[in-house]
C-alpha cells in the first residue's frame, strides 16, 4: 500500500510538470505564435505524452522494464488517450466553448487518475503489483 501511495505522489508530481510543459507550449503556439489551438493541442500533447514515457518509467513505477514489449503496451495507451484527449478538447473547446486553457485542465483532472491505473497495472506492472 504505501509503494502504491509514493507511486500516486511521484505521478502526481510528474503529471504536474507535464502539463506545466504542455500549458506552457499551448499558450507560445497559440497566444505567441497565433496557431490554431487543435493543432497547438496536437503537437504539444504529442512531445508531452514523449516525455511522459521516460518519466513514468524511471521516476514514478521506478521500473527497468523499457523493453519492446513494455514500449509497445505504452504506446498502445498513449494512442488511446492521444485520441481521447484531442476529442475531448475538441467537444470542450469548439462545441461548448471552454476557453482552450480550461480545456487543456478539465482534460488533466478527467483522464489523470484512469491513465495512472492503466499504467500502474498494465504498462509498468510488475511481479509486486
Known sequence: MRKTVYQIMRYGLTTLVSYVFLFGLMFTMVDILKQNEQLAYIFSLTITYIGVYFASAIFVFKTKARNKKTIRKFIGIIIF??????????????????HYLLAVFLNLITLGIFRFLINRYYVFRTNDT
Do not use: A, D, Q, S
Open 81 to 98: 488517450f492521444w485520441i481521447l484527449n484531442i476529442l475531448f478538447f475538441y467537444v470542450l473547446e469548439e462545441l461548448l466553448k471552454v
